[in-house]
């Protein structure tokens, strides 16, 4: 089964395909305050937004915000508008494929999100280019302010448009708990006192948290108060493929400028810094422009700055400067309480006691959470039942969690482990002893070996034919350092949360 937000307050698009065609529930209950919002945000675009290329672009951002990081690579590169005209756009898109992937999971996500920038477009077409139109899609239709030909190099207010906001993300609908208080309080405070309370405010925790919330509402608010006016939400990765399509098309000027001028620069997950170089400078220049004039710099990360591996030292004790909060899993109250908002945002009418056990039984994190809960709501809908405690026990048993542990396999905890500590597979699997090397694989091995219960030549195998006494030894000395090391015990958790992510 895949789940899909679409990136509208309030609103859930959900795409079923376990019943092997795809049902569409569209849950929409404030659809009067979006559509006012949408009008004004057409408003502004109107005027300022006029290349289809910057329309597909804005559109891109939107649905990057919602998906997965594999699922928007994978169906959206590679696409762009081809033609736009009385209420309909043609969208190119490089093979049957990912036609057919689009027309049928996506569409009604596209619709929304192309309507949001212009809500006279009723119609979408999806033509297949053979590979990208190099015409119309010049540069790749990535999610790059800066663009490949001169004639549409974006004047730094115009890029100011896009602040990578999504305003379902605010305060209000954040529950604040033991969990997260000190990151809250501490995101708040900068809000009233920016560039002066806490700079940079530094939020780190492990995946489904609640960090791209804060991050968000931070945004949210500034825009809302009037407070800052140049707000600039990006994730590391945005920042990192923008850098180099700027130092590609020699952009370094409008990349400076954008980031550079903004009030307050709110950028997510740093921990996707490690290893890059170059970004690393460049962001490193960024920071101290941006700190130095008291502009404010929020920045998350799913562990502590000096934890961050193949970082350079001095984006460590830049990170350390002012205020370091985190967000820790949530309590059974909070649980619950995170529960009750999201159904009451959603209009769900459940039966007493469902909520009560939901917390109780997915404490992971609040992403797993609330994906249970809407999982459950789907199921009942399309099966015309009523979530009452007795069904819910056996839905959550049978439908919604088996399908989650059934996704790992040892290559994908591998990739998640080398991905985490900044080594590559073949590193794990190489008979090198090399220091760098040898806690991931251990890692690895002991993962494989909790997660699938693999047996231990087959460990043995997998990582390059060891004995497997070795492994023995690995998953060993992992248990022993993890009982004293609360560290390892937090990165072996975060890896695991990963694994299970998508
Ligand atoms: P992270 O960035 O830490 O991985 P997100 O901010 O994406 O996590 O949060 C995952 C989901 O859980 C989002 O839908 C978010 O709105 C929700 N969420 C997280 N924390 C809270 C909270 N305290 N109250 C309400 N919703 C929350
Ligand atoms: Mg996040």
């Not at 009604?108 to 899609?137: F, S």
């Not at 591996?309 to 985190?326: C, H, N, Q, T, Y």
Request: hydrophobic share 40%.
């Amino acid at each position: 089964m895949h789940w899909f937000y679409t990136p509208y307050p309030h609103t859930i698009l959900f795409l079923a395909y376990s019943w092997g065609f795809p049902i569409i529930l569209h849950v929409d209950n404030h659809s009067v305050r979006i559509a006012a919002r949408e009008k004004h945000k057409q408003k502004e675009w109107g005027t300022k937004v006029n290349s289809t290329k910057q329309i597909w672009q804005a559109v891109l951002g939107n649905l990057e915000l919602s998906l997965s990081k594999a699922s928007f690579t994978t169906w959206f590169k590679n696409t762009a508008i081809l033609e736009q005209s009385s209420g309909k756009v043609v969208i190119g898109v490089p093979n049957a494929f990912t036609k057919e992937w689009l027309m049928n999971k996506f569409h009604q996500a596209i619709l929304r999100a192309i309507r949001a920038v212009n809500p006279e477009i009723k119609q979408i077409e999806y033509q297949i280019t053979g590979g990208y139109n190099r015409r119309a899609a010049e540069p790749p239709p990535r999610i790059v302010s800066l663009p490949a030909s001169p004639e549409h190099t974006p004047t730094v207010k115009s890029s100011s448009l896009s602040t990578g906001l999504n305003p379902k993300y605010t305060f209000l609908n954040f529950i604040v708990g033991g969990n997260n208080e000190l990151a809250v309080a501490a995101a708040q405070g900068v809000t009233k006192n920016p560039g002066r309370a806490y700079n940079p405010l530094f939020i780190y925790g492990g995946v489904g948290l609640g960090k791209t919330h804060l991050l968000q509402a931070i945004g949210n608010d500034f825009l809302n108060s009037g407070v800052a006016k140049q707000v600039l939400y990006v994730t590391t990765e945005k920042f990192t493929n923008e850098f180099i399509q700027a130092v590609r098309y020699n952009k370094g000027e409008t990349f400076k400028n954008l980031y550079r001028g903004v009030d307050v620069l709110l950028i997510d997950d740093v921990q996707f810094l490690a290893g890059k170089e170059q970004t690393q400078e460049e962001f490193f220049h960024t920071f101290n422009a941006l700190h130095q004039i008291n502009k404010q710099i929020v920045l998350s990360s799913d562990r502590l700055p000096k934890e961050i591996p193949a970082i350079e030292e001095r984006l460590v004790s830049r990170f350390e400067w002012g205020m370091i909060a985190d967000v820790q899993p949530p309590d059974f109250e909070t649980r619950l309480a995170i529960l009750r908002s999201k159904a009451k945002e959603r209009g769900y009418d459940v039966g007493p006691g469902v909520l009560e056990y939901i917390a109780q039984t997915v404490e992971t994190n609040i992403r797993e959470l609330e994906g249970s809960l809407n999982r459950l709501m789907v199921f009942c809908q399309l099966n015309n039942t009523s979530p009452t405690l007795d069904k819910v026990k056996n839905i959550l048993a049978n439908i919604v969690f088996p399908p989650k542990k059934r996704m790992a396999s040892a290559k994908k905890i591998m990739e998640v482990v080398a991905d985490f500590y900044n080594v590559t597979i073949d590193d794990l699997v190489k008979q090198s002893r090399k220091k760098e090397y040898v806690l991931p694989r251990q890692v690895a091995m002991y993962i494989i070996r909790k997660e699938l219960e693999t047996s231990l030549p087959m460990i043995g195998e997998i990582f390059g034919g060891r004995d497997h006494t070795t492994v023995i030894h690995a998953i060993d000395k992992v248990q022993r350092v993890g009982k004293e090391k609360e560290a390892l015990k937090h990165e072996i958790s975060l890896i695991t949360n990963r694994i299970y992510m998508d």
